[in-house]
């Protein structure tokens, strides 16, 4: 079983930033477009955003968009989302998984694979 591994979570203060990384063993990111969506308790999952393969196309969802960012080292097999100017509604298990194809709205997380454990980003207020 391929497993992706997402971190850099934790416990902040309101306001603070935080970068999480998904990182992939072997190649399995390859080609694809990685998306990160979070899950708060007694919530479903929700999208925040996409990058493509390349790294120079990233598509986010208007609650983060101008907040968080998405990055990607393809030579580490690793996707990276910044997070700036957090606050108690960004309190999530945050995860991401691989995608074939690269949308210009939403994703939906029935259209991605590969998905990890998840990391904690708990924002005190």
């Known amino acids: 079983q391929v497993e992706v591994v997402e971190s850099g979570g934790g416990l902040v203060q309101a306001g603070a930033s935080l970068k999480l990384a998904c990182a992939a063993p072997?190649?399995?990111?390859?080609?694809?477009?990685v998306g990160w969506f979070r899950q708060a308790p007694g919530k479903e999952r929700e999208y925040i955003g996409h990058?493509?393969?390349?790294?120079?196309?990233?598509y986010l969802a208007d609650s983060v968009k101008g907040r968080f960012t998405m990055s990607r080292d393809n030579a580490k097999n690793t996707v990276f989302l910044e997070m700036n100017s957090l606050n108690s509604d960004d309190t999530a298990v945050y995860y991401c998984?691989?995608?074939?194809?690269?949308?210009?709205?939403?994703?939906?997380?029935?259209?991605?694979?590969?998905w990890g454990q998840g990391t904690q980003v708990t924002v005190s207020s």
């Open positions: 072997g190649r399995i990111f390859a080609g694809f477009v």
């Open positions: 998984a691989r995608t074939p194809f690269y949308w210009q709205r939403p994703g939906k997380a029935s259209e991605y694979s590969y």
């Open positions: 990058i493509s393969w390349s790294g120079d196309h990233t």
